[in-house]
């Protein structure tokens, strides 16, 4: 019997950011499973039924919401860019209550932390700079972070042209990479 066993089944996002995922839960193998939702770091029960019931209407839902409310399913190796605790509430959601930090690793005195594992509810993130930010995403059993310019930087339409559009992309790099670098860390089940 398999019970406990949460699954993302979809990730959709809009234009403006907004993400939706939905999840389903095994309750008691296929014979109970839950369909819920989760937008802006809150989970809402949709449905408790078969496997079959609840992919078919998590199915009809992403059909709906793609075709009604704007919504693009994300493939498999697409990320949903978030603000952190939103991403920390998906995670925690998906089974997982620490992730490794190098930044954490401390073998100089007690208490020894020779692998910089952190749980996710006390990591604070990356620091940006130069008035930047972060976006953080969930992958399979990563957490994606990378820096976003500061308000009112640069253009944010890029040119069309060949020569003003590489122009553009190499400033925008640059800022980006003045905020920060780009990190992927790992994700545990266990602490």
């Known amino acids: ?25 095994s309750v008691d193998g296929s014979r109970v499973t839950k369909l819920s939702q989760m937008a802006g770091g809150v989970e809402t029960p949709l449905l408790t039924g078969t496997e079959y019931e ?5 199915d ?33 959601k998906m089974g997982f209550v620490a992730i490794y930090d190098a ?17 996710l509810d006390e990591w604070p993130g990356m620091t940006p700079k130069n008035g930047g930010g972060y976006l ?5 059993v990563t957490l994606h972070a990378t820096p976003t310019p500061p308000p009112n930087s640069l253009p944010t339409v890029a040119p ?24 992927e860390f790992v994700l545990t089940e266990r602490y």
């Open 1 to 25: 019997m398999d019970t406990g066993k949460t699954n993302l089944y979809a990730t959709l996002t809009k234009a403006n950011g907004d993400a939706l995922y939905l999840i389903t839960e």
């Open 54 to 58: 609840t992919r078919t209407k998590a």
């Open 160 to 183: 069309t042209a060949g020569k003003e559009f590489a122009e553009f992309m190499l400033k925008q790099i640059e800022l980006r990479k003045s905020v920060g670098p780009t990190v």
């Open 103 to 119: 930044r954490f690793k401390q073998m100089a005195r007690p208490p020894f932390n020779p692998l910089g594992i952190v749980p």
């Open 60 to 92: 009809e839902l992403i059909q709906l919401w793609v075709k009604n409310e704007g919504f693009k399913w994300l493939s498999d190796k697409e990320l949903a860019w978030e603000s952190l605790p939103k991403t920390v509430a998906l995670a925690r």
């Open 136 to 140: 953080y995403a969930l992958g399979l």
